[in-house]
């Protein structure tokens, strides 16, 4: 790893790593040529890292890879897209109601960064407006290219992919390659839609990862059927606060599974 990092990511999402992601950083080895990110949500571990020589971020979610793209090719469009909006119910509930697949790219990144940025707890697959007596709007349209700007700059040379974790893995899987994974949590596999990710792709994750030529880096809630599943990898144990749950703030434990012994680095 190269040049230093420590950004942040421009989305809150749910399970994202903001509090945990110097932890999975300190264990992640300088001698790799490959980082890729199979299930990458807001990415904060990338956000945070420091640059590799080549670096993938996947997901899933159409919507969120089509923003990633936008911000990295189309910045000062998509910017134009937020002049004269506001944050307000009406907008909310507007942009809800428009199906993302009538949209143009640039304005499906728009409609779900408005959405992700201004539901209640970052829930995307059933969001609700969030409101608070107790503090400002995520969404601060004074800021918007301040804030993707940054995000724009870190994602200038990263590959953006948009396909099933499985395929992702088969296509980067080298010696060089560290992957970092972190997967729907055990018990909340519904959590990003249904159907993404089932009970039964842990253990195929388990049976992949056991082929792997690369390392890989996986984090995943504490619980014994996870440490079953993955028995046969290194299992550190860590504790962290959710950033975005309604258990917010309180300390749960994670486990980060490896196929290697981390030697950690100073925080
Ligand atoms: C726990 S979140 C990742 C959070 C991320 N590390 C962060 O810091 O924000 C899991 C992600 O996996 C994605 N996902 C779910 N099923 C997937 C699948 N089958 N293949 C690829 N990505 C998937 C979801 O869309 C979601 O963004």
Avoid at 21 to 37: G, L, S, V
Avoid at 134 to 144: A, D, F, K
Avoid at 223 to 236: C, G, K, L, Q, S
Wanted: hydrophobic residues 40%.
């Amino acid at each position: 790893m190269t040049h230093q990092s420590a950004g942040k990511s421009p989305l809150a999402w749910l399970g994202g790593k903001k509090k945990l992601a110097d932890e999975i950083i300190r264990r992640m080895p300088d001698d790799h040529q490959a980082y890729c990110e199979v299930f990458a949500g807001a990415a904060w571990v990338l956000f945070k890292k420091p640059e590799s020589k080549v670096e993938i971020i996947n997901d899933i979610n159409r919507d969120l890879v089509t923003l990633y793209r936008c911000v990295k090719h189309h910045l000062e469009e998509l910017c134009k897209q937020f002049k004269w909006m506001l944050v307000a119910r009406d907008e909310f509930d507007r942009f809800l109601a428009t199906p993302a697949e009538t949209l143009t790219d640039i304005q499906r990144a728009a409609r779900f960064y408005y959405l992700a940025k201004t539901s209640f707890g970052a829930r995307i697959s059933k969001p609700t407006f969030g409101i608070a007596a107790t503090g400002p709007s995520r969404l601060n349209l004074l800021r918007i290219e301040e804030d993707l700007s940054e995000a724009h700059l870190r994602l200038s040379r990263v590959y953006i992919e948009n396909r099933p974790y499985d395929q992702v893995i088969d296509r980067f899987d080298k010696p060089g390659t560290l992957f970092y994974l972190d997967p729907p949590y055990w018990g909340c596999e519904d959590d990003y839609g249904k159907h993404l990710f089932s009970r039964d792709d842990f253990a195929r994750l388990a049976a992949q990862l056991e082929g792997l030529k690369g390392r890989f880096i996986l984090s995943l809630n504490d619980r014994p059927e996870v440490r079953e599943v993955f028995a046969n990898f290194h299992i550190d144990s860590v504790r962290t606060r959710y950033t975005v749950s309604a258990k917010s703030n309180q300390e749960v434990g994670e486990v980060l599974i490896t196929n290697f012994k981390p030697r950690l680095k100073g925080l």
